[in-house]
C-alpha cells in the first residue's frame, strides 16, 4: 500500500491526526495517492482535504517501510517535512488533531518506530 505522510515539527512538537475508522490511533497526515497523482500533489490535496489548510513548505524527508496499522498489509510511505499555511482543524475522516508529545496517544507502528527516530535523528525533534 502506498502513502505519502506529512512531518508537521512545531513548538508543540509532531502533528499527528485520528481518523474515525481507529479513533484511539494517531498517524501522520496524508494519504494514498490517486492513479498517477505525484507524491507532492497528492499531499497537498489530502492535508487540505483532512486539515483544512495548504502546505507551504514540504520537503522529502524519509521512506518507510511497515506494516500499515489498520490494513495489516505492508505499507511504503513518503514522509516529506512539511509547512503548513494556517492552523490545522479536524475534517473529512479526521476526528481529532494532536501534537505529540504534548498529548499523549497511542501511534500508529510507523510513526512509533520510524518516523519519531528519525525526526529525533536529524534532529528535528527533542531526544
Known sequence: MRVIGAAVVGPRGLLLVAKRAAPDIYYLPGGK??????????????????????IDAAEPFTEVHAPAALEGVEMWMSVFLTRLGGDPVPAAEITAVRWWPEASVRLAPA????????????GHIPR
Do not use: S, T
Open 33 to 54: 495517492p490517486e492513479a498517477g497523482e505525484a507524491p507532492l500533489d497528492c499531499l497537498r490535496r489530502e492535508v487540505l482535504e483532512e486539515l483544512g489548510v495548504e
Open 111 to 122: 510513526v512509533r518506530d520510524h518516523v519519531i527516530p528519525r525526526l529525533r535523528d536529524a
